[in-house]
Structure formats: structure tokens, C-alpha cells
């Protein structure tokens, strides 16, 4: 592999002074959403990256290793986690009511503008607490991080956007109308099950391309990406939320209708932000859902990752909650004008 030319190496001292403003920004965020947190309640903890299990949701990719012995010998797989939200899931079953964390967490096959093998996530839970509420949590997080950036808008690709107003709150299926003109709630049924042609058929009519060994889910992503997300959060940010049972491992179904679950996500600028979910706490459900997810992963990249058996123990005594993750560094981009996540990574990862 050619080595990279000095000048794009994040060290040189005139790269890190181009640097610098975004990184002290950022500092100044992690400080003052830390203080938001506490303020209202919240422990701060400090979870472990080491897992038995990384996650099991199918498109998501780990980095794994193993745990040796003091004689050598390899006593068990272990991977870094995608998520701290297993680990903090069985603290809400120890019996604490309000947590986050600053996770540095992991993800392989992932690099971009946006992206970084090695990542930041925020994450939230709020204890026998409706969804609602993690939404307005997100609007005043917003607030709270342009003021510690000395600023009044966010700011992608130039365009800016103010919060200081209501955040549009758009359904799934509203979208997929709005944006691609879709019905996407024919392509489910009450069981929770989806109808792939269906929803292939509708796709070729909004004239994207479907190829003939693309999930359900796999049309979904593309009809979010390519019709949907340009629109979110582009005259004020976005709440996309109802998510088809389908695409929601870790959620709650919704009572008032089972073709869909309690889940969230935050756009501003075409940028997703934050998903948040009412969590499942039923382990047998949640078990036939990664099972399920392993599935199609060992189908699509011939790879499965264990289940944590210990999660799905600490589910059953879990009480029900409300959780959110949020990607710390697309955050800070948006709220410092950076147009690379490496421009607010103090040590980004070179690959």
C-alpha cells in the first residue's frame, strides 16, 4: 500500500492548528451535555468494550478477538461491542433509573466522511419513561450543544439549520408517501411479517433499482436513502418515527398497531443523528429476534455472532424503559461546520 503524503497525516502541526477550533468545540459539547444529564438526574457510567457478544443486529460488523490465559491458552472469543446498550440494559436491570454514557464504540466495514471504524456514541435511559420524552430530550440537546459551540445553527454541506423552533415529527410510512409516493404499511402484515415483492414493485415505480436477491429490509434501507433522507430535517430537524416491526430488533412492538414498533431516529440536514426505541424487555421475543437477525447475517456474509445470554437473562427482570443512541461526532460536525468526522476526532483511526 502507497504511504500517504506527510501533509495528510492528522499530526502535522499545521493540520492540527486547521483542526484545533473543531476540537475544542467539541470539548466544550462533551462538558456542557454531561451537565445537562447530571442536572436532571442522570449517572454517568463507564461500560465495558469487551463483549461476548457485539451486538446482534445483521448489517452491523465487528472487530473480534480473543481472551488469553496466563498460560497461553485462548479461553474464549471476545469482540469490542457496536454498542454499549447491552451493558447498560443490565445496569437498568440492577436497579438504576437514569444512565448515559460516552461509549467509545467499534464498527468494522465502516469509513467515510461520516463514518469512522471507531466512533463516540451517546447513549441515554430513562427508567419506566415514556418515548416521547427521549424526543423532547433530543430537542434540547440540540439546543444545548449550538450553545456550547457559540453558535445559532447547524451547519452540512452549506446549508444551515436553526432548532430554536418545533421539530417536525414525520412518520415511516408518511414518508415513504411524502417522498416516494409508497405505501409502505401494505408491505406489512399484523404478524410483523413483510411482503418483499410488494414492496420491490413499489420501488421500481419510485425508479430505484432493485436487484433480484435484495431483502425486504434491503429495499427499505435504499428507499430511506435515496428518497427519504435528502428531505429530513432540511427546514427544521426531523423526528422520523414508527418503524415497521421489521426494522426494530430491539424494540417494543406498538400497541396501537402491530405492523409497527416504538422506534425513533433524528435528522437534521439529511444527517440521522440519534435512533431511539421503547425497549423490548421480553427475552423470549428478543431472543427469536436475534436469532432471526443471525439469520440473514450467516445468509448475507456467511458470519453469525453469539447471542449474550447474559442480556437476555438480565431482560427478564428488567422494568420497561426508554433508550436512545446519538453519534457524538456527526453531532459535533453539524454544530461546528466541520465537513469530515476526522476534523473533530482529536486521534482519528488510520485506514
Known sequence: MQQR?????????????????????????RRALGAWFEARGFVEVDTACLQVSPGNEAHLHAFKTAHVSTDGQTTRPLYLHTSPEFAVKKLLAAGEQRLFTFAHVFRNREAGYRHSPEFTMLEWYR????????????????????????????????QLLAVDGEFERLSVAEAFARHAGIDLLATCDLEGGVDREALAAEARKAGLRVAPDDSWSDIFSRVIVG??????????????????????????????DPRLAQRFELYALGVELANGFAELTDPVEQRR????????????????????????????????????????ERLVMLATGAQRIDQVLWTPVDC
Request: proline share 7%.
Open 127 to 158: 427508567r419506566e419513561t415514556p418515548l416521547a420524552v427521549l424526543m423532547s430530550d433530543c430537542e434540547a440537546l440540540l439546543r444545548e450543544t449550538l450553545c456550547a459551540a457559540g453558535s445559532d445553527r447547524l451547519a452540512h454541506q452549506g
Open 289 to 328: 429476534r436475534f436469532e432471526a437477525e443471525m439469520a440473514t447475517k450467516q445468509a448475507v456474509y456467511g458470519e453469525t455472532y453469539p447471542l449474550d445470554e447474559d442480556f437476555l437473562a438480565a431482560l427478564a427482570i428488567m422494568p420497561e424503559a426508554s433508550g436512545i443512541a446519538l453519534g457524538f
Open 5 to 29: 503524503d506527510e501533509v495528510d497525516r492528522w499530526w502535522q502541526p499545521d493540520r492540527h492548528k486547521d483542526r484545533r477550533p473543531f476540537l475544542l468545540a467539541r470539548n466544550r459539547i
Open 227 to 256: 428518497r427519504v433522507e435528502p428531505h429530513l430535517g432540511m427546514s427544521r430537524p426531523t423526528i422520523l418515527h414508527s418503524y415497521p416491526l421489521a426494522e426494530a430488533a430491539l424494540a417494543r412492538r406498538d400497541p396501537a
